[in-house]
Antibody
């Protein structure tokens, strides 16, 4: 069974930076695209960023493009999200999510989700 | 990018059928997935490729897609099905969209 464990969340001041990590296990990590999806407390889901199995195809939501960087290390079964210039609008639970497909831009479902890590942006 | 529209809430009595719609201009060009989320828990995949159920998902959950409207149907609803439900689809303009979510209440 696929397992995804996020870490790196916490309290950061507006304008600050944070790096989220996701440790994957229970499946062939290097065979699947991966995503980050966030959810502000009491709000809905929003796709943040995604990366193909190889890492050479990636994408970002308009609201984070230029501030967030997604990456993966297939040798270490890990996914990361580097976030800079954080604002209160970025405050949310961030979920590491496995795609059902190796390619990024497909209709494949998000078939496994981590428990999430909370990012709080406040002065 | 496209937007997916869902009703904010649906209420049904135990044993009845709940139907949740998801409307979007581009849904006839892509597959729709559905997720269930209970309080304090991550989303759970219920339906993928419009109509398919992952292993372990009860048969009372079913999906359909008639072009611009996808529907999640919960037949013989149970109290344990009280949750928020989200539809999701790939937007061919290089994004992934979620509906705003539908809160299902079992009366």
């Amino acid at each position: 069974e696929a397992r995804l464990a996020e870490s790196g969340g916490g309290l950061v001041q507006p304008g600050g930076s944070l790096r989220l990590s996701c440790a994957a296990s229970g499946f062939n990590f290097d065979a699947y695209a991966m995503h980050w999806v966030r959810q502000a407390p009491g709000k809905g889901l929003m796709w943040v960023s995604g990366l193909s199995w190889s890492g050479d195809v990636f994408g970002y939501a308009d609201s984070v493009r230029g501030r967030f960087t997604i990456s993966r290390d297939n040798a270490k079964n890990s996914l990361s999200l580097q976030m800079i210039s954080l604002t209160t609008e970025d405050m949310a639970f961030y979920y590491c999510v496995k795609s059902a497909d190796s390619q990024l831009w497909t209709s494949a479902a998000f078939d496994h989700w981590g428990l999430g890590t909370l990012v709080t942006v406040s002065s | 990018s496209s937007e997916l529209s869902q009703p904010p809430s649906v209420s049904v009595f135990p044993g009845q059928t709940a139907s949740i719609t998801c409307s979007g201009d581009d849904l006839d060009d892509t597959y729709v997935s559905w997720y269930q989320q209970k309080p304090g828990r991550p989303p759970l995949l219920l339906i993928f490729k419009d109509i398919k159920r992952p292993s372990g998902i009860p048969e009372r959950f079913s999906g359909s897609n008639s072009g611009r409207t996808a529907t999640l149907t919960i037949s013989g609803i149970q109290v344990m099905d009280e949750a928020d439900y989200y539809c999701q689809a790939w937007d061919t303009s290089r994004s992934f969209d979620f509906g705003a979510g539908t809160r299902v209440t079992v009366l």
